[in-house]
């Protein structure tokens, strides 16, 4: 099936900074990929949806200038922590979508774990 | 707005064992409801899907039936393997946007 990479699948990095996490789709182009995060023995929750060539759809109550998603190419989003906080310490997931019948599938990326110190 | 609900805690069984893991939703429309299954250092995999009510959703063994009246989609399988071993998380679709709402997973660890 088709395959999503995160980058880095876990990264730590000093209050104040800021971190990127990349999404690529491997094996097809994804005009639309998902960013989540995950909360210790919390539920996945959706941030934003990423589209290619515009801006990102926001969900409510997540700072978009805090957490700027970039979807420069049709294989690629990137999400950027801006000056990162512990609190945003957390479990950062992607998915991209493959068109096709029944809305298309999801496929999702490994993961990347982020630690702010 | 659209939730879902997992049975709380890790379920721990032994090989060949029936398993059951609840799901419960709450949703305005006619969601699609998914299973995703997530094996250790690896993403999220659908797992199955069922679009209407009354489908049942089936793959690698295990099943599950969307049920509106119940609001319910609980995954089964008759004899798990150590293979079985994961976190699996129910999920909700409305209109087909993509836009997944999650349970909170839950950790199946199959003993041999």
């Known amino acids: 099936g088709a395959v999503v990479s995160q980058h880095p699948s876990w990264v730590i990095c000093k209050s104040g900074t800021s971190v990127k996490i990349e999404c690529r789709s491997l094996?097809?182009?994804?005009?639309?990929m998902f960013w989540y995060r995950q909360f210790p023995k919390q539920s996945l929750m959706l941030m934003a949806t990423?589209?290619?060539?515009?801006?990102?759809?926001?969900e409510q109550g997540v700072e978009k200038d805090k957490f700027l998603i970039n979807h420069a190419s049709l294989t690629l989003s990137t999400l950027t922590v801006t000056s990162a906080h512990p609190e945003d310490s957390s479990f950062y997931i992607c998915?991209?979508?493959?068109?096709?019948?029944?809305?298309?599938?999801?496929?999702f990326g490994e993961g990347s774990w982020l630690t702010v110190v | 707005g659209d939730s879902v609900t997992q049975m709380e805690g890790p379920v721990t069984l032994s090989e060949e064992a029936f398993l059951t893991i609840n799901c419960t939703y709450t949703a305005t429309g006619y969601p699609s409801l998914f299973w995703y299954v997530q094996y250790p250092g690896e993403g999220l995999q659908l797992l199955l899907k069922a679009t209407k009510a009354d489908d049942k959703g089936s793959n690698k063994g295990f099943e599950a039936t969307y049920r509106k009246e119940t609001t319910s989609f609980h995954l089964e399988k008759g004899s798990v393997q150590v293979s079985d071993s994961a976190v699996y998380f129910c999920?909700?679709?409305?209109?087909?946007?993509?836009?997944?709402?999650f349970g909170k997973g839950n950790q199946v660890v199959v003993i041999p």
């Open positions: 990423s589209n290619e060539g515009s801006k990102a759809t926001y």
């Open positions: 094996d097809f182009q994804a005009t639309t």
């Open positions: 998915s991209a979508r493959v068109p096709g019948p029944s809305y298309g599938t999801i496929y």
């Open positions: 999920a909700l679709s409305e209109n087909g946007n993509n836009r997944l709402a």
